[in-house]
């Protein structure tokens, strides 16, 4: 079956990804108040940089961890600023997420956690009635995070696809396999197939 149709239709993807980042690292510019010019300038140097060119027409998962490694750089300055449960909750869903996408997104956690205890300390000698927030705050973020990072059973949420049959998944449609491709890095007429589904947790043996 020809899928080359297939595979340069799903580049809309990571393209979609490249644009949210660069939405998500204007965001960030913005967050160090510095002068329009400043800040158009630095937005155009990533806007344009050869980076993001072809990373949002490479067809694997590494524009999507992309994105949501810079998410959760916006919302932990965000939460430096303003410790609310908005920002904490926004955080761990960004690393948890970016870790199924692709794990060595779990490395964002140890930075993260520096900021968090820098913010932490700093406040409570301040204010220690806010040390119940800190651990209520600290909780959910263990919570989320690290619900993403159990192995979860693949025969609880899907079975494993062989390589040699990546048509198998046909149970959940057309377009769950192709997302499942798409997660596993598939490079552009390879029938290679490993890594992990970056929504649906699909193991795929290769």
Same mark, same amino acid.
């Given at each position: ?12 993807? #990571? ?34 940089? #050869?980076?993001?060119?072809?990373? +949002?027409? +490479? ?16 919302? @932990? ?6 410790? @609310? ?6 955080? +761990? *869903? ?16 140890? #930075?993260?956690?520096? &900021? ?25 973020? *263990? ?12 025969? &609880?949420?899907?079975?494993? &696809? ?9 149970? @959940? ?5 192709? *997302? &499942? ?26």
């Amino acid at each position: 079956k020809d899928t080359s149709v297939l595979e340069e239709s799903i580049q809309i993807i #990571p393209l979609i990804c490249s644009v949210i980042t660069l939405i998500f690292l204007y965001k960030i510019i913005k967050e160090f108040n510095l002068s329009f010019r400043a800040s158009a300038f630095i937005t155009l140097i990533f806007s344009f940089h #050869p980076t993001f060119i072809l990373l +949002s027409g +490479s067809v694997n998962n590494d524009c999507m961890a992309l994105m949501f490694t810079v998410m959760a750089c916006f919302y @932990t300055i965000r939460w430096g600023k303003r410790q @609310t449960y908005k920002n904490i909750i926004a955080i +761990s *869903l960004c690393i948890g997420l970016g870790m199924s996408t692709k794990q060595n997104v779990a490395e964002l956690a140890f #930075p993260i956690g520096i &900021v968090f205890l820098y913010i932490f300390f700093k406040n409570i000698r301040k204010d220690k009635k806010k040390l119940s927030l800190f651990i209520k705050q600290f909780g959910i973020f *263990l919570l989320i995070s690290l619900s993403f990072a159990v192995d979860i059973d693949d025969h &609880v949420l899907a079975e494993g &696809v062989d390589a040699g049959n990546a048509h198998a998944v046909k149970t @959940t449609g057309h377009f769950v396999g192709t *997302l &499942v491709e798409f997660a596993a890095g598939v490079e552009h007429g390879h029938d290679d197939f490993e890594g992990r589904a970056v929504l649906f947790f699909v193991h795929v043996d290769g």
